[in-house]
């Protein structure tokens, strides 16, 4: 009861801030944040909400997203949802004595305004594709999550030889959802791509249907899960377009009969005669280069992508890479890419330890750390990042430094065999730890990965404590706010900030880029 009324009471504080429930027109959420639709942006008060102590940021993208972490999202999210509606139920209509009234279409035209200016410069074609991508795997990262962690503790079990009646009852949970996915994301591909999903679902079910064995064509004999979800993805946007064909075309009468039918039939033939072998060859080629890299460039390979994930998460270039984990994971049981790319969060957290011992009067951004890195360790970084890192500049490249060598590090096993993997997307840092698979023992597949964060960890801290600060940055940040004043008196100027929101300049993030659509954690 007390964990429901402090939910309740975390809904209770934001639902005023954001504008009440009269300016909420919709509500959603993914692993860490709550996402919010506003009729009108101007309502927010963004400083407010920062400071509210179950509040991680909040990040401006087509939606207001309020972080709050995993699992706290997941509870304070239906809470919320029941305060909207009282909310909406409770309002008086408005009268004579009572507020001005506002037309929906006001509010609707003023919201549209605002997030049009937030949007702009992110709001290309390729963006707004990896965006709808991301809006199709991250709703199944959970069960990828669960069935993962089953995966992990199945295999734990069979190699330990213990309860073998039970074994085959976790083999089935966790190979599950697996075997079916391909459905899921067809439903999601139509879904978000406009049609109707049961449709996309349907085809995309073709891939998976085992008599496909007995189809021939580009003289092979078709494999079910042949392409997999890269197969479901491009079946589902073709049945898409042949429903919107048809819906154009088949009179309103014949509707219910002839567009369904003619959006399986054709896009079914084409999935079979076509895409299930294109698909097939294309993730069979994801798969050989992954292999490939980690097996030849190792270190090096391991080094970059260790380094360059943090500015592709602030970027949301990140997005691009879902397909590919899941694909991986497909096909090998695990994803090789992703406990590389977890040690950007390592650098991350490395760094933020050295901002902490190199500003030792500045509590707020100390405060900040404490409270923060927590998350940190378990693979939630965008406290760390939005409050620490990104706004103080050079500590954001120096983080980067650290993940390229923990990444380093892990490739550098796998280009001696030692394969690292996860058995599932979504959570990094400690979290990714029941999650993980390799090819030698979960012992040693543990040990890699555990030194892959102490190397993170190690080298973000020195890399942030002897570059990350200028002279002019330390002398604008080390300071206490209570000897703020007397700063002033002293050097005739304004007050230095003491939190890294005031930072401005070049180095303050830019608030449309959405650091977390995705599923690996940083």
């Not at 890299?293 to 391991?302: H, R």
């Not at 009067?361 to 990042?385: D, F």
């Amino acid at each position: 009861m007390a964990t429901e009324d402090k939910n309740r009471a975390t809904a209770a504080a934001i639902l005023p801030l954001v504008g009440g429930a009269a300016n909420v027109a919709s509500i959603a959420h993914c692993m860490t944040r709550l996402r919010l639709g506003l009729h009108d942006r101007t309502l927010v008060d963004d400083e407010a909400l920062k400071a509210l102590p179950a509040v991680m940021g909040v990040v401006e993208d087509d939606t207001y997203q309020i972080v709050l972490g995993p699992g706290t999202v997941a509870r304070v999210t239906p809470e919320f949802e029941q305060l909207v509606e009282e909310g909406r139920e409770a309002a008086p209509a408005p009268g004579p004595g009572g507020p001005a009234a506002v037309s929906s279409d006001d509010l609707a035209a003023q919201g549209a305004a605002i997030k049009a200016q937030q949007k702009a410069k992110n709001a290309t074609p390729f963006k707004l594709f990896l965006r709808k991508i991301a809006n199709i795997f991250v709703p199944l990262i959970p069960a990828l999550i669960g069935c993962g962690i089953i995966a992990g503790l199945n295999g734990l079990l069979v190699n330990l030889q213990w309860l073998p009646a039970v074994t085959p009852a976790l083999a089935a949970m966790a190979s599950g959802f697996m075997a079916l996915i391909a459905v899921f994301v067809g439903y999601n591909t139509a879904k978000e791509f406009g049609g109707t999903p049961i449709l996309g679902g349907a085809v995309a079910a073709i891939i998976v249907f085992p008599g496909v064995a007995n189809i021939d064509a580009f003289g092979q004999t078709l494999s079910p899960g042949q392409g997999g979800v890269l197969g479901a993805l491009g079946a589902a946007v073709l049945a898409v377009y042949v429903e919107k064909w048809c819906r154009r075309w088949v009179p309103e009468a014949l509707d219910v009969l002839v567009t369904p039918t003619l959006t399986v039939l054709i896009s079914g033939l084409v999935t079979i005669f076509g895409l299930m072998f294109v698909a097939g060859e294309i993730s069979s080629a994801i798969g050989t280069f992954a292999d490939w890299l980690l097996s030849n460039g190792g270190a090096g390979a391991g080094f970059v992508l260790g380094g360059l994930f943090l500015p592709l998460v602030m970027l949301g270039l990140h997005q691009a890479l879902i397909p590919i984990h899941t694909t991986l994971i497909e096909q090998q049981g695990y994803t090789v890419l992703l406990p590389i790319l977890a040690m950007a969060g390592a650098g991350q957290v490395g760094a933020a330890m050295a901002v902490y011992f190199r500003l030792p009067r500045n509590e707020s951004i100390r405060r900040t750390i404490k409270s923060a890195l927590p998350a940190g360790l378990l693979g939630v970084g965008e406290p760390l990042i939005y409050g620490v890192s990104l706004p103080l500049g050079r500590p954001f490249v120096t983080a980067c430094v650290g993940g390229a060598f923990g990444g380093g590090f892990v490739g550098l096993f796998n280009q001696l065999g030692d394969t690292v993997g996860s058995t599932a997307i979504g959570p990094s840092g400690w979290a990714l730890f029941p999650l993980l698979d390799g090819n030698h023992g979960l012992g040693s597949t543990i040990a890699i990965y555990a030194g892959g964060l102490l190397v993170g960890y190690v080298a973000g801290f020195l890399a942030t404590y002897f570059f990350g600060f200028s002279k002019d940055l330390l002398t604008e940040f080390n300071v206490s706010q209570e000897t703020a004043p007397s700063t002033i008196a002293a050097t005739g100027g304004t007050t230095p900030s003491t939190t890294p929101s005031a930072a401005g300049g070049p180095d303050t993030p830019d608030p449309g880029a959405d650091p977390a659509k995705a599923p690996a954690g940083v």
